[in-house]
């Protein structure tokens, strides 16, 4: 009687492992999936894919690279609608008067403030077909074997705007407390960014925020605003 209680405490066991492994695998395999870009969430996250480098892309270096120019991005379009500074309209910074996020990242059109991302004929936000194709190419990396670098970086553009969206904006922004860049008086904060290249310059009362002050990232080069 010992012995077979040992063998069905055993048999019993095994399956409970089984059970435990079988439940790891289709967690394993779970396919990362952003939220429809119909929805605010989701186009916040496809905005903020679009403007930052996955690995093997041009101005990749590492994953917490890419998050913080992700952060940084969504930053700057809060600030255009709740930290406009002094002596300063928005409309001079987001060219358009508004307290909605998606009217900021549409301002403009096709080729405005957010290049690709625009309103259609019906007030729909909608980005162009490049940016879709790109996101379906990466999401397809993300779900290729065991979640990795593109799925944690997939993950993280979606929990920002899913947190944006719920409870506003999180975490600390890296130029807040700019006052000075070189010998120029800044307004704090980043209120522009470009692709990093030294011919993209948003021009006007525009600064540009130098390496030495984390100024790069993700590819792009960010800038703050002189002070009036």
């Known amino acids: 009687m010992h012995r077979s209680r040992t063998n069905a405490q055993g048999f019993i066991g095994v399956w409970v492992i089984v059970g435990l492994l079988l439940v790891h695998a289709e967690t394993a395999l779970a396919k990362i999936a952003l939220k429809p870009a119909d929805t605010e969430a989701g186009y916040i996250a496809c905005l903020l894919i679009n403007e930052a480098p ?25 600030g255009r609608i709740h930290h406009v500074p002094t002596g300063y309209r928005q409309v001079q910074i987001a060219a358009i008067k508004t307290d909605n996020i998606i009217d900021v990242i549409t301002a403009g059109g096709e080729r405005g403030q957010c290049d690709g991302f625009y309103k259609d004929r019906n007030g729909k936000p909608k980005a162009v077909a490049r940016v879709h194709k790109r996101i379906d190419y990466l999401l397809n990396l993300a779900n290729e074997g065991a979640p990795g670098r593109f799925a944690r970086l997939m993950l993280y553009a979606q929990g920002l705007a899913d947190a944006y969206v719920a409870d506003g904006i999180k975490g600390a922004d ?25 011919c993209y310059k948003p021009g006007g009362a525009f600064v540009r925020i130098p390496n030495s002050q984390e100024g790069s990232l993700g590819g792009n080069r960010f800038f703050t605003l002189k002070e009036p």
């Open 54 to 78: 996955f690995p093997g892309e041009k101005g990749w270096t590492s994953e917490k690279d890419t998050q913080a120019a992700m952060s940084s991005i969504l930053w700057v379009i809060h």
């Open 174 to 198: 890296r130029y807040a407390h700019l006052k000075l860049v070189g010998p120029i008086k800044v307004t704090g904060r980043a209120y522009s960014w470009m692709t990093d290249k030294d």
